[in-house]
């Protein structure tokens, strides 16, 4: 879909990229209604082969729709893409392009910008500058280039205009989850809004994404299976971010990752280990793991890259989140219904039996279904999502752990990255190490 072109200029009209954003939704989600209804006359054959044809024709609408609007459009676009554990392969297919494939800025406005924030001529900082991205998606683009000095660089170069159109698409987004807010009164998706206009502009703020990689390199500078780029602060600035080159193999490069001769049930199982170590003994994790986040080098190592998400949790909720997986894996309901309470989860009828529906159907039967594999199926999360509807019509909930929204984002990351690479990863051994028995004491060893 990306033939090479430069990006053109985003609508900045709130009202056109309101109407674009609906009227992609809307005519994807009318589509499949139609092809349902028609079932009825026309029959399964028939509807299948049309499901097929509009999952297609539907990525390649929400792809253009995203490269045109560019901002949320595009993070949400890769988002999609890494699901292949619950998303049809045409909007893997498609949506895989936004992850570091968007038609880039010309180089003469990045080398614009790179020399309006550093202050000097492009060829005074760096002895040489490649002029295409090595990779381009929703907030900047990223170029290699050497420094004077002879370090390998990659700088990440923010697109101009960006905040206002990033600004413009969470004030959209604030609207459409007022209006579900009105639709569905069981859950108050406010914390939705809350929480994304409070960390996606943080990714603005290339300073903040340094200082978070740095965190996380220390957080793991004893784990050799994990790596993180260091940062050139000398030549950084909020919209210009300049850290160590490092190159690997894309993690869902399947191929090539064979033809290094690397396991790509190894790979799954070293980042599902690093994950649980930075969200239950760091408190503090990488919350964007796409597959254009992340490369693969013999051993295997992971090396994540893009740190303008990251997340710190509570002393307490990491704990209790800890307790949470530990009885989802161990089926002690009672346990579970309490750490659900515990984490922030708050139900109208506060009551033991509330929190032991719902963990069951919010976590405990999701995460048991991928105990063994590392990944959900379709079948497990449509399950999920009928018994979630019934629970909380029988009793709503008032509150949510804002918290909970990018750990379970990370989670459905993961299960998407562990399902395409076809890999086993046994959940509840990985998890172990970092676990409790919800009283502050370890568990044994297996």
Do not use: C
Not at 162 to 169: F, P
């Amino acid at each position: 879909m990306n033939n090479g072109t430069s990006r053109g200029r985003a609508p900045h009209n709130r009202i056109v990229r309101f109407l674009r954003m609906g009227g992609v939704m809307g005519r994807t989600f009318l589509g499949y209604k139609a092809i349902s209804l028609a079932e009825k006359v026309r029959g399964e054959e028939w509807a299948e082969a049309r499901r097929e044809r509009h999952h297609r024709s539907s990525a390649e609408r929400l792809y253009r729709t995203a490269v045109d609007l560019q901002g949320v459009m595009i993070k949400t676009g890769q988002f999609m893409s890494a699901r292949s554990d619950i998303l049809p392969d045409a909007y893997v297919d498609v949506l895989s392009q936004l992850q570091d494939r968007v038609p880039p800025e010309p180089f003469s406005v990045i080398r614009h910008v790179v020399e309006r924030e550093l202050g000097k001529p492009l060829d005074a900082v760096f002895s040489s500058f490649d002029e295409q991205p090595i990779a381009a998606a929703s907030l900047a683009q990223v170029h290699r280039a050497t420094l004077h000095d002879g370090r390998e660089a990659a700088v990440k170069v923010q697109y101009p205009g960006i905040a206002k159109i990033v600004d413009i698409d969470l004030a959209n987004l604030t609207f459409f989850i007022s209006v579900l807010n009105r639709l569905d009164g069981s859950i108050d998706y406010r914390f939705v809004a809350d929480e994304l206009r409070t960390n996606i502009p943080k990714e603005l703020d290339f300073i903040n994404e340094g200082r978070n990689a740095e965190r996380i390199a220390a957080d793991t500078s004893d784990t050799p299976s994990v790596a993180v780029p260091d940062i050139y602060w000398e030549y950084t600035t909020r919209t210009v971010l300049v850290m160590e080159f490092m190159d690997g193999i894309k993690i869902t490069d399947r191929e090539a990752l064979a033809s290094a001769g690397i396991d790509t049930s190894d790979v799954a199982r070293v980042l599902m280990e690093s994950y649980a170590q930075q969200i239950l003994r760091n408190r503090f994790f990488h919350a964007d793991p796409h597959p254009g986040n992340l490369l693969v080098r013999p051993g295997p190592q992971i090396v994540f890259l893009d740190f303008g998400q990251a997340k710190e949790l509570s002393v307490e909720f990491s704990r209790q989140f800890g307790i949470l997986i530990n009885a989802v894996f161990s089926s002690d309901d009672e346990t579970m219904g309490n750490a659900f309470r515990g984490i922030g989860f708050r139900t109208k009828a506060d009551e033991e039996e509330g929190y032991v529906a719902l963990g069951n159907a919010y976590t405990g039967d999701i995460l048991r279904s991928a105990a063994d594999t590392g990944y959900i199926d379709i079948d497990t999360i449509t399950e999920s999502y009928d018994e979630i509807v019934a629970v909380l019509k029988a009793n709503p909930l008032v509150e949510l752990p804002p918290e909970i929204m990018m750990v379970g984002r990370v989670f459905g990351l993961l299960s998407g990255i562990s399902k395409h690479l076809d890999a086993r990863t046994n959940m509840p051994e990985i998890f172990r190490p970092y676990l409790d028995n919800g009283h502050g004491e370890p568990l044994d060893e297996p």
